[in-house]
């Protein structure tokens, strides 16, 4: 060791000294690079986080941004600031850190609420500062975005035509079926249907009956599940007034109708009252007629409805705001049409029976308007209960493919369209395909 000292003070030539000269500022500068760097990502790290909280929370539900938007503003301005302050709020001063600026900008893009936060800052570096090197610069940038919960009107169209006096079940039509087995008030015996008459026999026909006996009938179980829907509305709403509700059915009586083309009848206007609207669904009941055969029974114009339907809903929006909502018919029916229309009648009177005519759901959908069938499933009456005008009349219309659905399923936007039997549970399905319209709703947009 000491041998090799000696020789190493006995060099003359210096390249030893030299190379470690120039070693030495290397070494300084890794050394000083890493120590320096450690901090300048500690500072990033720091920045993208307090940005991060910034741009997520400036457009979260009950942010300023959110709830200006949803009440139809396009400035974002206290948004911005609340992104600002957020961020401020978040980062803690250094001595080391200069030249701090943060900028938020709030935007809207279709039905999304885009934020974003850009950073920039100066580290002051200490050993590579001694090394002649001032400053590092630092930048950070963070975006997020919400989804709006969509604004969507509802106008509820209900079918309370005649035949929705059908009995709920198979077990209600027998309940009916066997308590008329001959003619009961001057009508035909072996009745699987609660007719609402109002003329010579009112208060002694098969409705009255039916009530007595606790006979359910089709137009019972939609106005209870009309009501239900509205109160799983209002509890599945996030935003103020998110949804607004109309109800419409077929007309209270048949002679109040207009013969040839009647018109949906209000019976709850558009509004986010939930709770007035499902008072209003409770007076639901089926269309009154003054006798049997009166207007040759056609009281069931889907025609004339949707075209009525189609004048009273305005185009649809793309349920970003209250001030754009999306425009959803929702109609329940059991699809069977008995209606003026010459143009495909059945016999000589101008009366169409069959599936429904599906020209104006065509048109509501073109204007963007979303159509969800809920079919509740005419139940085939032959066999045994051996009723000669389903068997005359509807029965080509229900098997062995029914027209009926089909024609259900052609009007209904796609993948709202569903079917379910009275007995399956009205009310569930009504719920189940409400969720499916708010879904489509959210993905479409």
């Known amino acids: 060791m000491l041998h090799g000292l000696?020789?190493?003070?006995?060099?003359?030539?210096?390249?030893?000294?030299?190379?470690i000269g120039l070693a030495l500022p290397v070494v300084f500068l890794a050394i000083g690079g890493a120590v320096d760097f450690s901090r300048v990502f500690q500072l990033k790290k720091e920045l993208q986080d307090a940005a991060d909280v910034a741009s997520v929370s400036s457009v979260a539900v009950n942010s300023y941004a959110y709830k200006a938007n949803a009440k139809g503003n396009s400035s974002f301005k206290t948004g911005e600031d609340q992104a600002l302050a957020i961020f401020n709020s978040n980062v803690k001063k250094h001595g080391d850190l200069n030249s701090l600026k943060v900028k938020a900008q709030i935007k809207?893009?279709?039905?999304?609420?885009?934020?974003?936060?850009?950073?920039?800052?100066?580290?002051?570096?200490?050993?590579?500062?001694?090394?002649?090197?001032?400053?590092?610069?630092?930048?950070?940038?963070?975006?997020s975005s919400s989804t709006f919960p969509p604004f969507i009107d509802f106008y509820l169209l209900l079918d309370n035509s005649p035949s929705m006096g059908l009995g709920a079940t198979y077990a209600d039509i027998d309940k009916l079926v066997k308590a008329t087995p001959t003619s009961i008030y001057g009508t035909e015996g072996n009745c699987a249907f609660a007719c609402h008459e109002t003329g010579a026999r009112a208060g002694k026909d098969y409705y009255t009956l039916a009530k007595k006996i606790g006979f359910t009938m089709?137009?019972?179980?939609?106005?209870?599940?009309?009501?239900?829907?509205?109160?799983?509305?209002?509890?599945?709403?996030?935003?103020?007034?998110?949804?607004?509700?109309?109800?419409?059915?077929?007309?209270?009586?048949?002679?109040?109708?207009?013969?040839?083309?009647?018109?949906p009848y209000l019976v709850s206007g558009l509004t986010t009252d939930l709770t007035a609207s499902a008072s209003n669904a409770a007076k639901i009941d089926l269309m009154t007629i003054p006798q049997q055969n009166y207007n040759s029974d056609r009281q069931t114009n889907f025609k004339s409805m949707m075209l009525g339907m189609n004048k009273v809903i305005p185009s649809s929006g793309d349920g970003s705001s209250s001030a754009k909502p999306q425009q959803v018919l929702f109609f329940v029916s059991d699809g069977a049409t008995d209606s003026y229309d010459c143009s495909r009648s059945d016999g000589g009177t101008c009366r169409r029976l069959g599936g429904m005519d599906t020209t104006q759901c065509k048109a509501m959908k073109a204007r963007g308007v979303k159509i969800a069938v809920l079919y509740t499933t005419y139940l085939h009456l032959d066999g045994k209960y051996d009723n000669q005008w389903y068997k005359d009349n509807m029965a080509k219309f229900v098997v062995p493919k029914s027209e009926l659905a089909a024609n259900m399923q052609e009007c209904a936007s796609e993948g709202l369209f569903f079917e379910v039997s009275p007995s399956e549970g009205i009310s569930e399905a009504m719920n189940a395909l409400f969720t499916k319209v708010i879904s489509s709703v959210r993905i479409s947009s």
């Open 6 to 19: 000696k020789r190493f003070f006995r060099n003359t030539r210096g390249n030893v000294v030299m190379i």
């Open 218 to 263: 089709r137009i019972d179980v939609v106005r209870k599940a009309t009501q239900n829907l509205m109160t799983m509305a209002g509890n599945t709403q996030t935003l103020s007034n998110q949804y607004r509700m109309a109800i419409y059915h077929f007309g209270l009586s048949a002679e109040s109708i207009d013969a040839k083309n009647p018109q």
């Open 108 to 143: 809207k893009q279709k039905t999304n609420l885009v934020s974003e936060v850009s950073v920039t800052a100066s580290y002051r570096p200490y050993l590579l500062g001694l090394m002649g090197m001032n400053k590092v610069p630092i930048t950070v940038n963070s975006t």
